[in-house]
């Protein structure tokens, strides 16, 4: 506690100090504030030119082209088009279109010029729908609209023409990878066609493998000499009936084995109608009876003819030229030479059928490198294949989002404030700049008294003096003319009063100036001559 009033005194002392050399006060601010303010009263107004533009990114055809055409991320685009408004080529455009270009003398000029344009310019958002804002400062009203105005341009242009740029780049990469793959598509089609028409009989193929082949060539040989067996067996018979070695007669028959008469077919017929009426009849019906009857008649003439096919087979040479006119032998030599062609021609067909199982055997063992073969080249055509029209589909997307973009655009600018600057100067802000002054002049003057009462200390107690000498203070004692002090403070005081009011009174009409009449420093002098 004994130290806080140990500070609490020597702040006061620090005061009172500060406050009997208030002369340099008021002398130290009645230096800087007339400067100051003059100052401040000369710079030249400056104009502010304003524009808002609402960027809206949802389009009515957005649902609609969902999954059928492209569709990029317009937030994300004008966020970057934000970011990068200011770049120096954007720039340059903006200095160009409003002839500041021409002000520069040289390329240092130039180069202030560019940094003072991205300095001034100010492109801010909202934060919420993409409302953005554009404002631009300067002593000419008509080079700030225009600035603004040529920065709203840039802003929409190049959000227009990087849309174009981009979809005519995405275009034309579409249309290389395109032309590319469907060469390398047409030289994988020449090759596995190649590859097909050198391995036709062994290349596997989509309806059967090479072992199946083998199986189907197997079980056609084993058919084909079945069928073999089958015919030499009957070419057999035939020449033995040729032969009258199978001709045999008996007293209650007659007949050549494995010979077929004129009339086999109708007994046959009839035996099978016999029994027939057996199951459904009796003996004596007269159906079973007259068929019966019928029957007997046609084995009569069946043993008719078979015995006179024996009796002129058996006739010595000479009469063999009575058997050549017989037409039963006439059709067992044409039944023999047609068994015997048939023969031939299904030998024909088994030694075919062995060549070629015997071919597919001996390609048993290339099979497994054809087949890897055929599956590498089939799986490359695949992919080609598959990829080409994968970029025949994209390009499909890519025109029908070239034609919504056309119709409509995905980004489109609205307009809410076109650029416009005030008719009365929006700066510079004379009145902070005038207070700013007024606080520095008296914050000046303070450490003016504040380092005079330091350097020549007034002592003005007793805890002061032992601060400063090393001697005791052992009591103290008033001023002799202590009235006359009084006096002469009193009029110190009604100095700084009336100097520090007048300074006040000064930057009361300044800001009353700025407020109500706003004169420039020009207009006044005007006024004044």
Not at 16 to 21: A, K, N, P, V
Not at 72 to 90: V, Y
Not at 323 to 328: A, D, E, R, Y
Request: with cysteine.
């Amino acid at each position: 506690m004994k130290e806080l009033n140990l500070a609490i005194e020597m702040l006061l002392i620090y005061l009172q100090g500060i406050w009997l050399r208030r002369r340099y006060i008021i002398l130290t601010a009645w230096i800087v504030c007339p400067v100051g303010w003059l100052v401040v009263f000369n710079l030249p107004p400056t104009y502010q030119a304003d524009a808002k533009v609402f960027v809206e990114t949802r389009s009515v055809l957005d649902p609609i082209l969902q999954g059928l055409a492209f569709q990029g991320n317009p937030e994300q685009q004008i966020e970057i088009m934000a970011k990068t408004l200011l770049s120096r080529p954007n720039l340059e455009k903006i200095a160009r279109a409003t002839d500041l270009d021409v002000q520069a003398t040289d390329k240092q000029a130039y180069e202030n010029i560019i940094d003072g344009l991205k300095k001034d310019i100010k492109f801010s958002s909202s934060g919420q729908e993409n409302i953005y804002f554009i404002s631009y400062a300067n002593a000419s009203s008509g080079l700030a609209l225009k600035v603004v105005q040529e920065t709203l341009n840039a802003f929409v242009e190049n959000q227009v023409g990087s849309a174009a740029q981009d979809s005519k780049k995405a275009n034309e990469f579409l249309e290389v990878q395109i032309r590319d793959y469907e060469n390398q598509l047409s030289e994988a089609e020449q090759r596995l066609s190649a590859f097909k028409k050198e391995q036709m009989l062994i290349a596997p193929n989509s309806e059967q493998d090479f072992y199946a082949r083998i199986q189907a060539e197997t079980e056609r040989l084993e058919q084909a000499q079945l069928e073999l067996r089958q015919l030499e067996s009957q070419l057999d018979s035939a020449r033995r009936q040729l032969q009258g070695e199978d001709f045999t007669v008996s007293e209650g028959d007659v007949g050549i084995s494995g010979f077929t008469t004129q009339y086999d077919e109708r007994i046959k017929t009839l035996q099978t109608q016999l029994d027939a009426y057996l199951i459904r009849f009796t003996d004596s019906h007269p159906d079973v009876i007259e068929t019966r009857k019928t029957l007997e008649n046609l084995q009569k003439m069946k043993k008719q003819e078979i015995m006179s096919i024996q009796a002129a087979a058996s006739k010595s040479s000479g009469a063999s030229s009575g058997l050549n006119q017989n037409q039963v032998y006439q059709e067992l030599r044409l039944n023999a030479s047609k068994l015997e062609n048939e023969v031939e021609s299904a030998k024909v067909r088994v030694g075919n059928f062995q060549g070629k199982l015997d071919a597919l055997e001996r390609q048993r063992n290339i099979i497994p490198d054809i087949e890897a073969k055929f599956s590498g080249l089939n799986r490359d055509y695949e992919v080609k294949k598959q990829k080409y029209e994968e970029l025949l589909t994209r390009r499909e997307a890519m025109e029908l989002s070239n034609a919504a973009a056309k119709s409509e655009q995905d980004v489109q600018f609205k307009i809410i404030e076109p650029p416009r600057v005030p008719f009365k100067p929006s700066g510079p802000p004379r009145v902070i700049f005038y207070t700013v002054v007024l606080v520095l002049g008296a914050i000046a003057g303070i450490f003016m008294a504040f380092a005079r009462s330091q350097l020549q200390p007034v002592v003005t107690s007793a805890l002061q003096l032992k601060t400063i000498a090393d001697f005791p203070v052992f009591g103290l004692v008033s001023h002799t003319n202590k009235d006359a002090l009084i006096r002469q403070n009193k009029k110190h005081l009604l100095y700084f009063i009336a100097l520090a009011s007048i300074l006040v009174f000064g930057f009361v009409l300044l800001v009353t100036n700025e407020l109500v009449f706003g004169l420039t420093a020009t207009e006044l002098m005007g006024r004044l001559l």
